[in-house]
C-alpha cells in the first residue's frame, strides 16, 4: 500500500494530556517506513515461532490459521517466501493512537488478519472474543508501557511477498458490539474495505477548494468502530490529515480548537446536545434570544428554499462563536450509527455553515448503505441515497403493517447485496445463515422506505419494536431518540413488557439541566457538581412529576400517537 505525502497529527501524547498551541506530527512517509519494519517483524517473529499466542495466558489451543468457509487463505502449500504464513490473526486491544493505524496498515500490507477489541471491554466480553479468535498475538498498550516496548524501525528491508495479496481474503474481523448477547465477529476482506472507502468518494465536491486533500479530520470515535475506521481509511485515501484528539471527551472541544478540523463524524447523540444548547439560547428572554431566533429562521429559510447555508450578516455577528468552538473551519459534518432528526440536521447546518451528510450502514456493510448529497435539500430527515456498491430491496413485514406497495412510499426491511457486504459471523454459521438468504441478499433487521426521489429513511427496527398488553406497538429505539432530543436528558433508556400496558424509562439527567430543574419545582440551590444532594433530590416526587409532564409535552410536540 503505498502512502502519499502527507501529517497524520495528534493533539498531544495520548497518556499524558497537554494543552497548548502546537501539534505533534508524522508524515505518511515515516508512517509507511514504520508500517513495513512492523509487518516484517511480525511475520519474521512466526516464521521463527518467537510469537507468544494471546490465548497461552488461558491455557487454551495452539491457534490455527484463520480460516472462513468461501474465501482463499494460506495454507502450509502457499506461504510467503522464507516459510512465514499468512492468515493469522492479530488482536488490538488500545485506545485510538498513531500505532493503531500502523498496526492495521502492517497487517494489511502483509496478509495478516487484524481483530480490534474496543477498550472499554470487560474481561468476560475479552476472555469470548480470545477464545473464539485464537488471536496468535495481542497489542496491549499497558503491558507495552511497562515493559518498555516500542516501535522504533531503524532501516529495515521489507519481507518479499508485499505484492502477493488477494483481494478476497479476510483482511480484518470486526466485532458488534455485543449489547444484545456475546458480540459477533465480522469477517470483512479487503474487498469490502476497499469497495467501502471507493464508494464513498462519490458525491464529494470536485471543487478544488473542498478536496479532502490537505484537511485534517478530528479523530475521536473509538477505531474499533467500522464507523470511525473506514472514514480514517477514506481520509488517508484521499491524502487528508489524522488529527488524533487527547481521548478525554471531557477536553474534545479544546482539542478541536486546537486541531482545527475540517471534517468530522459524530452520533446523534453528540449534535442532540448541540442542538439541545442552541435551542436553551434561543429560549433566553431579551435581545440576545431574539436575535438568534431571527437568525436562525433566516438561515432556515434560505437553506430550504435554494439550499445556501451561509449569510454574510448573522454568520459574523451570531454564529461566529458557535463555529469557534469547534475549531472554526469545519466544511463537512458527518453523522453515523443512528439516525439524526430533521430539527437537529438544519440546526448543524445553520450553525456551522458547513455540509452535512448522514449516512446508514452497519459493521456488516463497512458502515455502508446509502448516504445524503452534500447540497441535497431533500436529504433533510433521511439517510439519502443509495451508495453506488449496493442493490436494495424491501422485504414486506406485514405482522407490523410494513410493506413494499405502501404509498406513496414503499416500505418494509431493508435488504442488501453488494461487494462491501460480509461473507457472515466467525466461528458462527447459525448467525450467518440468519444474516445472508441463498440469494446473497443481506436482512439488516431496520425498517426503511424510500421516497419518491430515491431517499432512504429508517422508520423502525424489527428487534426493537414490542407489543404491549393491548396491542400496541412501540419502536422503543425512536421514543429514546425523540426524548433525549431535550437537554434535560444525558441519556435515557426505555423498556417495554408485552404483559403491561405500559413503559419504563431509565434516565440519566444532565447535572446542569438537573439542578436548574431542583431550582425551579423545589426552591433549593444545588450546585451541579453537588452529586449527592442532586440525586436526593430528583428523588422527590415534585421532580419526578416534572419530568414526565416533560415527557408527555416532548410527545405532543411531536405529535406522537398513544
Same mark, same amino acid.
Given at each position: 500500500?503505498?502512502?502519499?505525502?502527507?501529517?497524520?497529527?495528534?493533539?498531544?501524547?495520548?497518556?499524558?494530556?497537554?494543552?497548548?498551541?502546537?501539534?505533534?506530527?508524522?508524515?505518511? !512517509?515515516?508512517?509507511?517506513?514504520?508500517? $513495513?519494519?512492523?509487518?516484517?517483524?511480525?511475520?519474521?517473529?512466526?516464521?521463527?515461532?518467537?510469537?507468544?499466542? =494471546?490465548?497461552?495466558?488461558?491455557?487454551?489451543?495452539?491457534?490455527?490459521?484463520? $480460516?472462513?468457509?468461501?474465501?482463499?487463505?494460506?495454507?502450509?502449500?502457499?506461504?510467503?517466501?522464507?516459510?512465514?504464513?499468512?492468515?493469522?490473526?492479530?488482536?488490538?486491544?488500545?485506545?485510538?493512537?498513531?500505532?493503531?493505524?500502523?498496526?492495521?496498515?502492517?497487517?494489511?500490507?502483509?496478509?495478516?488478519?487484524?481483530?480490534?477489541?474496543?477498550?472499554?471491554?470487560?474481561?468476560?466480553?475479552?476472555?469470548?472474543?480470545?477464545? #473464539?479468535?485464537?488471536?496468535?498475538?495481542?497489542?496491549?498498550?499497558?503491558? /507495552?508501557?511497562?515493559?518498555?516496548?516500542?516501535?522504533?524501525?531503524?532501516?529495515?528491508?521489507?519481507?518479499?511477498?508485499?505484492?502477493?495479496?488477494?483481494?478476497?481474503?479476510?483482511?480484518?474481523?470486526?466485532?458488534?458490539? &455485543?449489547?444484545?448477547?456475546?458480540?459477533? /465477529?465480522?469477517?470483512?476482506?479487503?474487498?469490502?474495505?476497499?469497495?467501502?472507502?471507493?464508494?464513498?468518494?462519490?458525491?464529494?465536491?470536485?471543487?478544488?477548494?473542498?478536496?479532502?486533500?490537505?484537511?485534517?479530520?478530528?479523530?475521536?470515535?473509538?477505531?474499533?468502530?467500522?464507523?470511525?475506521?473506514?472514514?480514517?481509511?477514506?481520509?488517508?485515501?484521499?491524502?487528508?490529515?489524522?488529527?488524533?484528539?487527547?481521548?478525554?471527551?471531557? +477536553?474534545?472541544?479544546?482539542?478541536?480548537?486546537?486541531? +482545527?478540523?475540517?471534517?468530522?463524524?459524530?452520533?446523534?447523540?453528540?449534535?442532540?446536545?448541540?442542538?439541545?444548547?442552541?435551542?436553551?439560547?434561543?429560549?433566553?428572554?431579551?435581545?440576545?434570544? !431574539?436575535?438568534?431566533?431571527? !437568525?436562525?429562521?433566516?438561515?432556515?429559510?434560505?437553506?430550504?428554499?435554494?439550499?445556501?447555508?451561509?449569510?454574510?450578516?448573522?454568520?459574523?455577528?451570531?454564529?461566529? +462563536?458557535?463555529?469557534?468552538?469547534?475549531?472554526?473551519?469545519?466544511?463537512?459534518?458527518?453523522?453515523?450509527?443512528?439516525?439524526?432528526? =430533521?430539527?437537529?440536521?438544519?440546526?448543524?447546518?445553520?450553525?456551522?455553515?458547513?455540509?452535512?451528510?448522514?449516512?446508514?450502514?452497519?459493521?456488516?456493510?463497512?458502515?455502508?448503505?446509502?448516504?445524503?448529497?452534500?447540497?441535497? #435539500?431533500?436529504?433533510?430527515?433521511?439517510?439519502?441515497?443509495?451508495?453506488?456498491?449496493?442493490?436494495?430491496?424491501?422485504?414486506?413485514?406485514?405482522?407490523?403493517?410494513?410493506?413494499? +406497495?405502501?404509498?406513496?412510499?414503499?416500505?418494509?426491511?431493508?435488504?442488501?447485496? /453488494?461487494?462491501?457486504?460480509?461473507? /457472515?459471523?466467525?466461528?458462527?454459521?447459525?448467525?450467518?445463515?440468519?444474516?445472508?438468504?441463498?440469494? &446473497?441478499?443481506?436482512?439488516?433487521?431496520?425498517? &426503511?422506505?424510500?421516497?419518491?426521489?430515491?431517499?432512504?429513511? #429508517?422508520?423502525?427496527?424489527?428487534?426493537?419494536?414490542?407489543?404491549?398488553?393491548?396491542?400496541?406497538?412501540?419502536?422503543?429505539?425512536?421514543?429514546?431518540?425523540?426524548? $433525549?432530543?431535550?437537554?434535560?436528558?444525558?441519556?435515557?433508556?426505555?423498556?417495554?413488557?408485552?404483559?403491561?400496558?405500559?413503559?419504563?424509562?431509565?434516565?440519566?439527567?444532565?447535572?446542569?439541566?438537573?439542578?436548574?430543574?431542583?431550582?425551579?419545582?423545589?426552591?433549593?440551590?444545588?450546585?451541579?457538581?453537588?452529586?449527592?444532594?442532586?440525586?436526593?433530590?430528583?428523588?422527590?416526587?415534585?421532580?419526578?412529576?416534572?419530568?414526565?409532564?416533560?415527557? !408527555?409535552? $416532548?410527545?405532543?410536540?411531536?405529535?406522537?400517537?398513544?
Amino acid at each position: 500500500m503505498c502512502l502519499r505525502r502527507s501529517v497524520v497529527t495528534t493533539a498531544a501524547d495520548s497518556d499524558q494530556p497537554i494543552y497548548g498551541n502546537e501539534l505533534i506530527g508524522t508524515t505518511y !512517509a515515516t508512517i509507511q517506513a514504520r508500517r $513495513t519494519a512492523l509487518g516484517s517483524a511480525l511475520l519474521a517473529l512466526e516464521r521463527g515461532g518467537r510469537l507468544r499466542s =494471546a490465548t497461552a495466558l488461558t491455557s487454551g489451543p495452539s491457534p490455527p490459521e484463520l $480460516t472462513f468457509p468461501g474465501i482463499p487463505h494460506y495454507g502450509d502449500h502457499n506461504r510467503v517466501k522464507n516459510g512465514a504464513r499468512r492468515g493469522w490473526a492479530v488482536g488490538m486491544w488500545t485506545k485510538n493512537r498513531v500505532e493503531w493505524q500502523i498496526i492495521d496498515l502492517a497487517c494489511q500490507a502483509y496478509g495478516l488478519v487484524t481483530a480490534s477489541l474496543y477498550e472499554t471491554l470487560g474481561p468476560d466480553v475479552a476472555q469470548y472474543i480470545l477464545g #473464539i479468535e485464537l488471536l496468535d498475538m495481542l497489542e496491549l498498550e499497558i503491558w /507495552g508501557a511497562e515493559e518498555g516496548v516500542r516501535c522504533d524501525p531503524g532501516p529495515v528491508k521489507g519481507v518479499a511477498g508485499e505484492n502477493e495479496l488477494d483481494k478476497h481474503r479476510i483482511a480484518t474481523i470486526s466485532y458488534t458490539s &455485543g449489547t444484545t448477547g456475546d458480540p459477533k /465477529g465480522v469477517v470483512l476482506t479487503n474487498y469490502n474495505l476497499t469497495t467501502a472507502v471507493i464508494s464513498n468518494t462519490h458525491g464529494i465536491s470536485t471543487d478544488h477548494n473542498e478536496k479532502i486533500g490537505g484537511w485534517r479530520f478530528l479523530a475521536y470515535l473509538p477505531l474499533s468502530h467500522i464507523y470511525e475506521r473506514f472514514l480514517e481509511l477514506l481520509v488517508m485515501h484521499g491524502d487528508g490529515v489524522i488529527a488524533y484528539t487527547t481521548g478525554d471527551p471531557t +477536553k474534545l472541544l479544546e482539542d478541536a480548537q486546537l486541531i +482545527k478540523p475540517h471534517f468530522m463524524a459524530g452520533v446523534p447523540r453528540v449534535y442532540n446536545r448541540i442542538h439541545a444548547a442552541v435551542q436553551t439560547q434561543m429560549n433566553s428572554p431579551g435581545l440576545k434570544g !431574539a436575535l438568534l431566533r431571527r !437568525a436562525v429562521a433566516t438561515k432556515l429559510a434560505n437553506w430550504r428554499n435554494d439550499g445556501e447555508v451561509k449569510h454574510t450578516l448573522y454568520d459574523a455577528l451570531v454564529f461566529r +462563536k458557535i463555529r469557534n468552538l469547534l475549531g472554526g473551519n469545519l466544511m463537512t459534518i458527518t453523522s453515523g450509527a443512528a439516525p439524526l432528526s =430533521a430539527d437537529v440536521y438544519e440546526m448543524l447546518k445553520v450553525c456551522f455553515s458547513c455540509h452535512v451528510v448522514q449516512g446508514y450502514g452497519l459493521t456488516e456493510t463497512v458502515g455502508t448503505c446509502s448516504k445524503g448529497h452534500p447540497v441535497d #435539500i431533500g436529504a433533510t430527515g433521511n439517510v439519502g441515497a443509495i451508495q453506488p456498491c449496493n442493490e436494495i430491496k424491501l422485504m414486506d413485514v406485514t405482522e407490523m403493517g410494513y410493506t413494499s +406497495k405502501d404509498m406513496p412510499c414503499p416500505r418494509g426491511e431493508i435488504c442488501l447485496r /453488494g461487494s462491501n457486504i460480509t461473507k /457472515g459471523y466467525l466461528h458462527d454459521l447459525v448467525s450467518t445463515a440468519k444474516l445472508l438468504d441463498a440469494n &446473497g441478499w443481506m436482512h439488516t433487521g431496520d425498517i &426503511g422506505e424510500v421516497d419518491p426521489q430515491g431517499h432512504l429513511k #429508517i422508520i423502525d427496527r424489527i428487534k426493537n419494536v414490542i407489543k404491549l398488553s393491548q396491542g400496541e406497538y412501540v419502536a422503543l429505539e425512536k421514543l429514546e431518540g425523540t426524548y $433525549t432530543l431535550d437537554p434535560l436528558f444525558a441519556s435515557l433508556l426505555l423498556h417495554g413488557d408485552s404483559s403491561q400496558s405500559y413503559l419504563v424509562a431509565l434516565a440519566v439527567l444532565d447535572p446542569e439541566k438537573a439542578a436548574s430543574l431542583v431550582t425551579a419545582v423545589l426552591g433549593q440551590t444545588l450546585a451541579p457538581s453537588d452529586v449527592l444532594r442532586l440525586n436526593e433530590a430528583v428523588q422527590d416526587k415534585r421532580i419526578r412529576q416534572s419530568v414526565v409532564q416533560l415527557l !408527555a409535552k $416532548t410527545a405532543r410536540d411531536k405529535k406522537m400517537n398513544g
